[in-house]
């Protein structure tokens, strides 16, 4: 089945550590997104990638690193510089920059 | 300055009644999209419906339509016969201009519809 896929469904970082949040899609989609979700709020982009090799900071890359090697991977990483990484982390994919498909997103927690 | 605005943080309806959620939003763009995504307590973000900024008819989309009222910046979206499995965290977004800006979505802070039986 086509799809997105994050991995992991729950993720526990103590202070300090650097963790990498997975990102796979089959789906031929050229463009991917990460978003974050803080309780009760909207998402936040924090970074896009239009094309392999090329990624773009959305609004609040601060503390976060993305890499775009393969057109169906867009792993990021959220390095010990992010103040305040406990949040869901959702990935999106599109074909045409319209219409996003979103994974089931992965809960960070910092311990 | 807030780009979508979603001034209903929570919403109540009967089951098989119609409900509107609103949303309003603010570009300068003459080009844009506007989107509903529903995410249920699993947390995975559904797309509901889009309206183009030239789209000159409502998007419908099954129970759902999309009540677009471009000189009032508004994309409200209608839900009929409201059914429990509707109730969920809507979110209204919007993309601004086309694909050299990476079709880069923009979201409002959601509403929180709650249907009763």
């Known amino acids: 089945d086509g799809g997105i896929t994050q991995s992991p469904k729950y993720l526990f970082r103590k202070e300090g550590q650097n963790v990498t949040l997975s990102c796979e899609q089959n789906?031929?989609?050229?463009?991917m997104y990460w978003y974050r979700q803080d309780p009760g709020q909207g998402l936040r982009l924090i970074y896009y990638?239009?094309?392999?090799?090329?990624?773009q900071k959305g609004d609040i890359a601060e503390g976060y690193s993305v890499s775009r090697e393969k057109k169906e991977s867009f792993p990021l990483t959220v390095t010990s510089a992010q103040k305040n990484p406990t949040a869901f982390y959702l990935c999106?994919?599109?074909?045409?920059?319209?219409?996003?498909?979103f994974g089931p997103g992965t809960r960070l927690t910092v311990l | 300055a807030q780009k979508i605005t979603q001034t209903q943080p929570g919403m109540f309806v009967q089951e098989k009644e119609a409900v509107t959620l609103d949303c309003t939003y603010d570009?300068?763009?003459?080009?844009?999209?506007l989107f509903w995504y529903k995410q249920p307590s699993s947390g995975e973000m559904i797309f509901l419906i889009y309206?183009?900024?030239?789209?000159?008819q409502n998007a419908t989309e099954g129970r759902y339509s999309l009540n677009f009222q471009k000189a009032r910046k508004s994309a409200n979206l209608v839900i009929s016969a409201s059914q429990l499995g509707d109730s969920a965290m809507y979110f209204c977004?919007?993309?601004?201009?086309?694909?050299?800006?990476?079709?880069?979505?923009?979201f409002g802070q959601g509403t929180e519809l709650s249907v009763k039986p």
């Open positions: 999106a994919s599109s074909p045409d920059y319209n219409e996003q498909f």
């Open positions: 789906l031929n989609h050229d463009a």
């Open positions: 990638s239009q094309i392999v090799n090329d990624f």
């Open positions: 570009t300068s763009d003459q080009s844009y999209g």
């Open positions: 309206q183009g900024s030239y789209d000159e």
């Open positions: 977004a919007m993309r601004e201009g086309w694909d050299n800006q990476g079709g880069k979505l923009i």
